[in-house]
Nanobody, 123 residues
């Protein structure tokens, strides 16, 4: 299984970015995808998750209403649209995949991880 995250960069507060995660090597219909982030000196934290089949989503309270997770089944790609970015959103963002039924906001539920993409939000 390979996950390739991209789309990070430097943006001013209030701006937008869209992250992408291209997935391969697994039949994803029975899995879900998630985005986590890790700021310097902090633990990795849950951001959002989506099921490949059905598309149900969950978000961390800190990003609800600003971030949107979506997927393109034909391209095996998951997106994270980030709007109204704040300096506290600065982190390395990781995509990951997990089997259904495991806790969606727990890093240990995810068995494969992408390499991470850096998002820096300036004030």
């Amino acid at each position: 299984v390979q996950l390739q995250a991209s789309g990070g960069g430097l943006v001013q507060a209030g701006g937008s970015l869209r992250l992408s995660c291209a997935a391969s090597g697994r039949t994803f219909s029975s899995y879900a995808m998630g985005w986590f982030r890790q700021a310097p000196g902090k633990e990795r934290e849950f951001v959002a998750t989506i099921r490949w089949s059905g598309g149900s989503t969950y978000y961390a309270d800190s990003v609800k209403g600003r971030f949107t997770i979506s997927r393109d089944n034909a391209k095996n790609t998951v997106y994270l649209q980030m709007n109204s970015l704040k300096p506290e959103d600065t982190a390395v963002y990781y995509c990951a995949t997990r089997p259904y039924g495991l806790g969606y906001d727990v890093p240990s539920s995810y068995d494969y991880w992408g390499q991470g993409t850096l998002v820096t939000v300036s004030s």
